[in-house]
């Protein structure tokens, strides 16, 4: 298994600006990420993906989907982005933006116990 993932060297602008430029949700959860003992990335390069975020000691990739992750379309395709990065050795976790806006400690409560594992 490879120790530091590839990625497509023209998403690094890409995700620089989404660093800049990040949701309300993304915005909320990442100022509980920041406080982990680990190192928490924003916006990481993962292979032809941009993840919002990523947890390099734990391989953990954590999504926030927006409105949009409800259509059927938008299924199909986070369905097989996670698939692609789980052959990378990955573990995705998703959260909608209604549950790290609406039920953050819920949210936290999930992402602590993977963490432990």
Known sequence: MRRHLLYHPELVARARELRKNMT??????????????CRVLRQRPVGCFIVDFYVPQHRLVIEIDGDTHGEA?????????????EEFGLRVLRFTNA????????VWEVLCRVLEE
């Open 24 to 37: 309300s949700a993304e915005k909320r959860l990442w100022l509980y990420l920041r406080q982990l003992p």
């Open 73 to 85: 379309a938008q299924q199909r395709y986070d369905a097989e982005r996670t698939q692609r990065l």
């Open 99 to 106: 549950e790290v806006m609406g039920n953050l400690e819920g």
